[in-house]
């Protein structure tokens, strides 16, 4: 569970930068406090009301070095040039020593984290994006860095000096009538105790609120998402009504919860403050009649005491606003600490990402494997499995059977809950993750094309790849085909602006891409869209191409293309029920008979 002190942790690489532009700011705010006393002293100066010690002490410093008499010139030149100091002097060095270090302190902090965000996106386990979709991961991470970026200038620029300044004018008070302090303290603090627990009350609102806006943003990237498919059910009204019920709850939560509770807020803070106003204007007018204080300190304590009253309202504003960004911070750091799983930072903080450590021949043992994603389903089931080095083993089954989980398991995305998975006699969770899954390729059912070139994607895996070695995988591929008919061949742009892939050709450039690593185990796994002839054709000959030089595993849902797989392993919800050629499980005339005899006739595919 995130709290603040991971706020704190946010800023913390930058403390010592931190206290310096926060103490800069205190000071400049507590300086200002120089003027109400100076015009003060004028004050006294003029109506022949005699000056504060220190001020005469000073006055008559200056005396003695500019050899000037004691008079009323030289106690105006004085305090005239302290003004002037404190506000002309001060002005240009005030943005520079403030304003400036916060926002670099802010805008740092955002590059380092958005990094350790990137960094956190990377290394979460698939699971986590089963159960998050981007719209709402992306929508998270936006606001958290925004409200830590926005938030840290207003806490450290203006809401700790402004304290410090509103207590400044407290011990100048103090110094000149104590019952007036007294006042003025005992109202502050009730004012202040009342906001912040009122406050805590609206972050509960802010967080729920949080999570709402949460839910629609993730149903908006799901809408653009699956936008073809919206369109071709015409849900267009239906998603649009979805989405305006949650925004009208948003609406619920933001105008009759929260903003009525700080209207109600700022209501009860301006009457409390106008009241302790009046109050010290009658309690300082009574002293100053009883000639306990001076017209000068009449004018300074009302001078500073109005302005400490006018600092609340800024004050209970920059809290109120980091009541704001408060859930959105905080639902931000709970995505930083979910945990990584195997796929841990080192991963993606690797000195050398590209060095091979590990050469296979491609030998792999399933040993009494058992898995489910959650502990009360088997998905996986005592499975036991000897693939020798250089095989094509083909994985057949109905859907659900657990094809597809097994070579998850093989990738690492999970682990087992029993047994082992060796490769070559090690097991692979003895294995550096990252070095390992190097050494394995997969081509998924839909191939994942980045916006760039088609050199680019095909050298995805491998970036220092030789154009030669690029052209070979792509003649194994059948690639080359696909290139020689593109306006730019190989610097053709393909993805989000450039040329669309049918199903057939993105397969096709899947596995050239993975050929080029040179992976010892290579993993295919199928596409159920029904390909073309040609296409089909294309990839069967690309496997046959393949196949005896690495070890290669094809999750198979077409039986035509696992007719001379060396090995075929047929699963029937989550068990191994039969291994064989293809001919001796048609032999068998087992559930591989029944599969392909329903194929032969179209009914189906599994
Ligand atoms: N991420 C997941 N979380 C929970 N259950 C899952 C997850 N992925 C798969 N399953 C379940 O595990 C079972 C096996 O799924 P798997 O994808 O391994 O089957 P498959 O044989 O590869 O199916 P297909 O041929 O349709 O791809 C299914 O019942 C599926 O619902």
């Not at 291994?579 to 032969?600: D, W």
Request: hydrophobic share 45%.
């Amino acid at each position: 569970m995130a709290n603040f002190r991971d706020i704190l942790n946010y800023f913390r690489p930058y403390w010592k930068l931190s206290i310096f532009s926060i103490t800069a700011s205190s000071l400049y705010e507590i300086i200002d406090l120089v003027v109400p006393y100076a015009i003060g002293q004028i004050l006294n100066v003029l109506s022949n009301q005699p000056l504060d010690k220190p001020v005469q002490e000073a006055v008559a410093t200056l005396a003695n070095l500019t050899n000037y008499p004691v008079n009323k010139s030289l106690s105006l030149t004085l305090l005239l040039g302290l003004i002037f100091f404190v506000t002309v002097v001060r002005a240009p060095t005030q943005p520079w020593l403030t304003l400036w270090f916060h926002w670099d302190i802010a805008l740092r902090a955002r590059r380092d984290k958005t990094q350790t965000a990137i960094a956190k996106i990377l290394t979460l386990p698939l699971e986590f994006y089963d159960e998050n979709n981007p719209g709402r991961i992306a929508g998270r991470i936006a606001r958290g860095l925004a409200n830590h970026t926005w938030g840290y200038p207003e806490i450290a620029g203006q809401f700790i000096p402004k304290l410090l300044r509103v207590l400044g004018i407290f011990v100048f008070i103090a110094f000149i009538e104590w019952r007036i302090a007294a006042l003025f303290l005992i109202s502050f603090i009730l004012i202040l105790s009342f906001s912040l627990k009122e406050l805590q009350r609206l972050v509960g609102c802010e967080m729920r609120l949080d999570k709402y806006m949460e839910n629609t943003e993730s149903r908006t990237s799901e809408i653009v998402t699956n936008i073809k498919t919206v369109k071709a059910f015409a849900t267009e009204a239906k998603e649009l009504e979805r989405q305006k019920q949650r925004l009208r709850r948003e609406l619920k939560v933001v105008d009759y919860r929260l903003h009525k509770g700080y209207v109600k807020l700022a209501t009860l803070q301006k009457t409390v403050i106008q009241f302790c106003v009046f109050m010290i204007l009658g309690l300082t007018l009574v002293s100053t009649i009883n000639g306990k204080i001076s017209l000068g300190h009449f004018v300074m304590t009302l001078t500073l005491s109005s302005m400490a009253y006018s600092e609340l309202e800024p004050i209970s504003n920059l809290a109120e606003s980091f009541a704001r960004r408060y859930s959105s911070m905080m639902r931000f750091h709970e995505f930083l600490q979910t945990p990584s799983g195997i796929d841990l930072d080192g991963l993606i903080f690797k000195e050398n990402p590209t060095e091979i450590l590990y050469e296979f021949t491609g030998k792999i043992e399933f040993s009494h494997i058992s898995f489910g994603y959650d502990s009360n389903r088997q998905v996986l089931q005592d499975i036991n499995l000897l693939i020798e080095p250089y095989q094509t083993v083909a994985l057949v089954g109905i859907s659900g059977s657990g094809k597809s989980t097994l070579v998850k398991l093989l990738l690492r995305y999970f682990e087992p809950q029993t047994g082992q998975i060796l490769i070559d006699g090690e097991d692979i969770r003895t294995l550096d993750v990252g070095n390992y899954r190097r050494r394995l390729a997969i081509v998924h059912q839909e191939v994942d094309v980045f916006n760039g070139t088609i050199l680019d994607n095909l050298k995805y895996g491998r970036t220092n790849a030789t154009f030669e070695q690029v052209q070979e995988a792509c003649r194994i591929a059948k690639v080359d085909e696909v290139v020689q008919h593109l306006p730019q061949g190989y610097y053709t742009v393909v993805g989000e602006r450039g040329v669309r892939l049918s199903g057939g050709q993105r397969q096709r450039l899947g596995i050239a891409r993975a050929l080029l690593v040179e992976p010892d185990i290579l993993i295919f796994d199928e596409a159920t869209s029904s390909l073309d002839y040609e296409s089909e054709r294309s990839i069967q000959l690309a496997m046959g191409s393949i196949q005896g030089t690495r070890t290669t595993i094809i999750i198979a849902h077409r039986l035509t293309t696992v007719r001379e797989a060396d090995k075929i392993v047929v699963l029937d919800k989550g068990k191994i029920a039969e291994v064989g050629s293809h001919a001796e499980l048609l032999r068998q005339e087992g559930i591989y008979h029944r599969l392909h005899s329903l194929q032969e006739t179209g009914d189906i595919i599994v």
